[in-house]
C-alpha cells in the first residue's frame, strides 16, 4: 500500500481544501447558533449564504484538482465522499436560517438554540476529524468518532422530548407544524455531520 508520505508530494492539496470545507461547514453552524441567542435582532442571512458560496467554491476546487491530479494523498473516491457530505451541512443550516427568518413572528418563544448549539458542537468535531486526515491515527479517530456519536444521541433524545410536548398539546396547529419542521431541519443537519465524520473515520480505517 502506498505510504502517504511517499507519494512524491503530491496530493496533498487535498488535505488543506478538505479542511477548508469543514471549517466552512462549522462556520454555518457557528452563525445559527449565534443567530438563534440573538432572538430580539431580526435574522440576517448574509452570513449563511457566504458559507455556502464558499463551500460551493471549495467543492469545485476539489473537483478540478481530482481532474488534474495524477497522484491523490486519499483515494478518489474518498475525496469525493467527504467533498459531497460536508457541502450538505451548510445547505441544512441555510436551509433552516432562510425559513426562519420568514417564520420569525410566529416563533415567539421557542428556543432553538440549544439544538443548535449541539449541531455547532457536531460541526466542529467534523472539522477535528478531517482535520486529522493528515495524521491517520486511528485512536484519536475513534475518540471523536465516538464524540460525534454521543452528540447524535443527545439530539435523538430531544427530539423525543420536542415530540412529548406536541402531543401534549402545548402548541396551536400553526406552531406545532413549523416546531416540528424546523427541529426535523436540525436534526437532519445533524444527520449531515454524522454522515461526514463517518465518511473520515472510514478513511482512517482503511489507511490505518
Known amino acids: ?15 488543506g481544501l478538505l479542511e477548508e470545507a469543514a471549517t466552512a461547514a462549522a462556520d454555518s453552524t457557528t452563525a445559527l447558533h449565534r443567530m438563534l441567542l440573538e432572538r430580539d435582532q431580526p435574522p440576517a442571512l448574509d452570513a449563511f449564504r457566504l458559507a455556502r458560496q464558499r463551500e460551493r467554491a471549495i467543492a469545485d476546487r476539489i ?12 483515494d478518489r473516491e474518498d475525496i469525493e465522499a467527504l467533498n459531497s457530505a460536508l457541502v450538505r451541512i451548510p445547505k441544512q443550516v441555510e436551509r433552516f436560517a432562510e425559513r426562519y427568518a420568514l417564520a420569525t413572528r410566529l416563533l415567539d418563544g421557542i428556543d432553538f438554540a440549544p439544538r443548535a448549539a449541539m449541531l455547532a458542537q457536531a460541526a466542529s468535531v467534523v472539522a477535528e476529524m478531517v482535520g486529522q486526515l493528515r495524521r491517520m491515527k486511528l485512536e484519536e479517530m ?11 444521541s443527545e439530539a435523538d433524545r430531544l427530539m423525543l ?16 407544524f413549523l416546531i416540528k419542521e424546523f427541529f426535523e431541519i436540525l436534526e437532519k443537519a445533524i444527520d449531515r455531520c454524522r454522515e461526514a465524520g463517518l465518511v473520515a473515520y472510514q478513511i482512517v480505517l482503511k489507511n490505518s
Open 1 to 15: 500500500m502506498f505510504s502517504l508520505q511517499t507519494i512524491f508530494g503530491k496530493g496533498n492539496q487535498f488535505f
Open 63 to 74: 473537483n478540478e484538482e481530482l481532474i488534474n491530479s495524477f497522484v491523490t494523498a486519499l
Open 142 to 152: 475513534k475518540h471523536l468518532n465516538d464524540r460525534l456519536r454521543s452528540i447524535e
Open 161 to 176: 422530548e420536542l415530540y412529548r410536548d406536541i402531543y401534549a398539546g402545548h402548541f396551536d396547529g400553526q406552531q406545532m
